[in-house]
């Protein structure tokens, strides 16, 4: 079955940098555009990046870009989300996602702090 399994989440320093990682399983991972959302305390989740199958088109949040950069290795069959100049109103728990053959998948989250 689909797998999706992020790491990396950490508290950091504004201004900071972490490189957060989703590992997938289940289905032939270089065929599916790979997204990364997140979801702050009392807020609803929202889009942050995305990537193609073959990884030769981003695209961003506003929000976050210039400052975040997603990429993936597919050998690894892992998504990575490059976070940089971090700020306080980056705190949330970052989710990875894809789309399986209709079917929306999620990972766990992992929790990203980042203090003031």
């Known amino acids: 079955q689909v797998q999706l399994v992020e790491s990396g989440g950490d508290l950091v320093q504004f201004g900071g940098s972490l490189r957060l990682s989703c590992a997938a399983s289940g289905f032939t991972f270089s065929r599916y555009p790979m997204s990364w959302y997140r979801q702050a305390p009392g807020k609803e989740r929202e889009f942050v990046a995305t990537?193609?199958?073959?990884?030769?088109?981003?695209s961003y949040a506003d929000s976050v870009k210039g400052r975040f950069t997603i990429s993936r290795d597919n050998e690894k069959n892992t998504v990575y989300l490059q976070m940089n100049s971090l700020k306080p109103e980056d705190t949330a728990v970052y989710s990875c996602y894809a789309n399986v053959r209709f079917n929306n998948y999620w990972g766990q989250g992992t929790q990203v702090t980042v203090s003031s």
């Open positions: 990537i193609t199958g073959p990884g030769e088109s981003t």
